[in-house]
Structure formats: structure tokens, C-alpha cells
């Protein structure tokens, strides 16, 4: 693969930056990923508006030029011949002359990546047969509208939640489901509301729960943006993911409860198609 740092097109293995990088040091960075469907990418100006709020809200120093951003995906896309997958950004407030818990001064250049990752979204063995959730306590850093590569918990409740058999987490803050490990959560009440969180800084404002619930105003289903419990979820008609990694992706068990019928629901399953099909 050709991957891009700091201005540069390199093969992934001649890729470098510093072990002083703020980003590996304390996580101080900012990401994005943005997928693309028959070579085109989704939604790329949504992520490039988030990303500019994230490096806001924590003060690095980029400015975010839309064109330019543009023409790095698309040229790594060209690159590495991606008709399917994903592009990843990210924005690290640069590399420090060490390691110091102060921001390095005004003139450390933020240190800026990007790769490819080609991989078959549309046909998903995981979207076909529906998750199985697990749920853990939400102890993330209570800014995760912020979209920090702070991923250490997210990853441990998923591997948590695999070696009980499960394909996903959802995460739980004072009695209500937040979101999931890296997706937006939702559920089907039995009388067909989609109830989806509310947003606030307890959940990152997903670019594609935007889009979904926008398709499913078109649709004239009832939307309710208002947080849930598990044992809610537990009863509701179906239950649904969004990501840009795995668009709407139905889940048919939450912590051992089967959702429906087991299988995925129409709604998410009609929703993802809908998606889908807007997108190419
Ligand atoms: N994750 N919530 C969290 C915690 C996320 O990490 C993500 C995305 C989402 C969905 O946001 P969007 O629809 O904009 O992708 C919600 C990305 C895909 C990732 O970390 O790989």
C-alpha cells in the first residue's frame, strides 16, 4: 500500500514519524474514517466538518483545507486501487522535541497520516446474520463527541465481548445505553419508533446515524433521539448499529436476550439497503 504522512506518498514500510509524536505518547489526536463504495467516497464533507471541530475543541493547530483533504483521498484511493473500504485520517497535535505533558510551542506542525483499507463492506457475513452485543460500564473520558484516537477501552470491551461469543460491546453510563465500541446504537420499539441517543458530549455524532436517520424521516418512520436501557433494548422489535465501517448492521442478541425473531429486522434491514443504494 501507499500510505501519506506529513505531504508525502510512501509504501506503507518507509512510512515514519517521530516516537516523540503527541499522538503516541498521549493519545493527543484526532481521526477519521471515511468509506468509500465504488471508488467514491461517502460523505466526505461530514467528516472533514467533524474533524474540524474535534481539532478545535482540542486546540491543534491545523487548518483544515476541504480541497486539499480531498485530493489526498482520492489520490490514495487511486493509488491503491480501492474500489471498496475505507480511508483513515489522522491528526496528531505533531511530535514534540520530547516528552512533556505541556503542548509543545505554536510552530510543532501537527503530524498528519492517512491509509487505505480495502475490504468488502456491502457483502457482510456480520450485517447478514445480525451482532450479538454484550454490555459494559461506559468508562470512556466523558468528551466522546470528540473523535481522539483514545480507542484503548473501546478495544478492550470488544475483545471482552468476543471471548464471551459475541461480536460487539454497547456501553452503558448511569443506567442507559451511550453507544457502541464504535458505532451508534438504536433500537425498533414494537410499535416501530427508531429510538436512537440523543446527541450530547456522551457519544460521538456519527456522520452516518446523520444520514440513516435522515432516510428514515423520507420514510416517514417515527424517530425517537432519547437514551434506553439495556432491558428496553432487550424487548424492543430490532435493534441496528451505524458506522461508516459497517453502515446499518442489524443485531439480533443483547447480553443473551434475542431481539425479534433472532434474526435481522426489517427496518434495519430495509434501512441499510436504503443507505446503501444512496451511496453508489
Ligand atoms: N467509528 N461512535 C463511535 C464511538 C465511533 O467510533 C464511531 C465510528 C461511530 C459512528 O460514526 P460514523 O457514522 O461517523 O462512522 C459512533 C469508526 C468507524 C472507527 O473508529 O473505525
Same mark, same amino acid.
Given at each position: 500500500?501507499?500510505?501519506?504522512?506529513?505531504?508525502?506518498?510512501?509504501?506503507?514500510?518507509?512510512?515514519?514519524?517521530?516516537?516523540?509524536?503527541?499522538?503516541?505518547?498521549?493519545?493527543?489526536?484526532?481521526?477519521?474514517?471515511?468509506?468509500?463504495?465504488?471508488?467514491?467516497?461517502?460523505?466526505?464533507?461530514?467528516?472533514?466538518?467533524?474533524?474540524?471541530?474535534?481539532?478545535?475543541?482540542?486546540?491543534?493547530?491545523? $487548518?483544515?483545507? @476541504?480541497?486539499?483533504?480531498? #485530493?489526498?483521498?482520492?489520490? &490514495? *484511493?487511486?493509488?491503491?486501487? /480501492? !474500489? %471498496? =473500504?475505507?480511508?483513515?485520517?489522522?491528526?496528531?497535535?505533531?511530535?514534540?522535541?520530547?516528552?512533556?505533558?505541556?503542548?509543545?510551542?505554536?510552530?510543532?506542525?501537527?503530524?498528519?497520516?492517512?491509509?487505505?483499507?480495502?475490504?468488502?463492506?456491502?457483502?457482510?457475513?456480520?450485517?447478514?446474520?445480525?451482532?450479538?452485543?454484550?454490555?459494559?460500564?461506559?468508562?470512556?473520558?466523558?468528551?466522546?463527541?470528540?473523535?481522539?484516537?483514545?480507542?484503548?477501552?473501546?478495544?478492550?470491551? $470488544?475483545?471482552? @465481548?468476543?471471548?464471551?461469543? #459475541?461480536?460487539?460491546?454497547? &456501553? *452503558?453510563?448511569?443506567?442507559? /445505553? !451511550? %453507544? =457502541?465500541?464504535?458505532?451508534?446504537?438504536?433500537?425498533?420499539?414494537?410499535?416501530?419508533?427508531?429510538?436512537?441517543?440523543?446527541?450530547?458530549?456522551?457519544?460521538?455524532?456519527?456522520?452516518?446515524?446523520?444520514?440513516?436517520?435522515?432516510?428514515?424521516?423520507?420514510?416517514?418512520?417515527?424517530?425517537?433521539?432519547?437514551?434506553?436501557?439495556?432491558?428496553?433494548?432487550?424487548?424492543?422489535?430490532?435493534?441496528?448499529?451505524?458506522?461508516?465501517?459497517?453502515?446499518?448492521?442489524?443485531?439480533?442478541?443483547?447480553?443473551?436476550?434475542?431481539?425479534?425473531?433472532?434474526?435481522?429486522?426489517?427496518?434495519?434491514?430495509?434501512?441499510?439497503?436504503?443507505?446503501?443504494?444512496?451511496?453508489?
Amino acid at each position: 500500500r501507499t500510505v501519506y504522512v506529513n505531504g508525502q506518498y510512501v509504501p506503507e514500510n518507509e512510512a515514519s514519524v517521530s516516537i516523540f509524536d503527541r499522538a503516541f505518547l498521549f493519545a493527543d489526536a484526532v481521526y477519521e474514517v471515511t468509506s468509500v463504495l465504488d471508488g467514491k467516497l461517502i460523505d466526505f464533507h461530514g467528516h472533514i466538518t467533524r474533524l474540524e471541530r474535534s481539532l478545535s475543541e482540542l486546540g491543534i493547530n491545523f $487548518k483544515v483545507d @476541504a480541497d486539499a483533504l480531498l #485530493a489526498i483521498h482520492r489520490e &490514495l *484511493v487511486s493509488k491503491n486501487n /480501492v !474500489t %471498496e =473500504g475505507l480511508v483513515y485520517l489522522q491528526i496528531s497535535r505533531g511530535a514534540a522535541s520530547d516528552r512533556d505533558f505541556m503542548f509543545p510551542a505554536a510552530d510543532v506542525a501537527p503530524t498528519v497520516v492517512l491509509f487505505t483499507q480495502s475490504k468488502s463492506l456491502i457483502k457482510s457475513a456480520l450485517a447478514e446474520r445480525g451482532q450479538k452485543i454484550v454490555s459494559f460500564a461506559d468508562l470512556r473520558w466523558r468528551r466522546c463527541d470528540i473523535k481522539t484516537v483514545q480507542l484503548l477501552y473501546p478495544s478492550i470491551v $470488544k475483545n471482552e @465481548a468476543a471471548k464471551k461469543g #459475541a461480536d460487539d460491546a454497547w &456501553l *452503558v453510563l448511569d443506567g442507559k /445505553v !451511550t %453507544e =457502541g465500541s464504535s458505532n451508534n446504537s438504536y433500537i425498533v420499539t414494537r410499535d416501530g419508533t427508531i429510538v436512537t441517543r440523543e446527541l450530547s458530549h456522551d457519544i460521538l455524532h456519527g456522520i452516518t446515524r446523520k444520514a440513516v436517520l435522515k432516510c428514515a424521516a423520507e420514510l416517514d418512520l417515527k424517530v425517537e433521539e432519547r437514551a434506553f436501557t439495556i432491558a428496553e433494548a432487550q424487548t424492543a422489535q430490532e435493534a441496528f448499529t451505524t458506522s461508516a465501517s459497517a453502515f446499518v448492521c442489524p443485531v439480533v442478541e443483547i447480553d443473551g436476550a434475542v431481539i425479534g425473531d433472532g434474526t435481522p429486522g426489517p427496518i434495519a434491514k430495509r434501512l441499510r439497503e436504503i443507505y446503501i443504494d444512496a451511496n453508489r
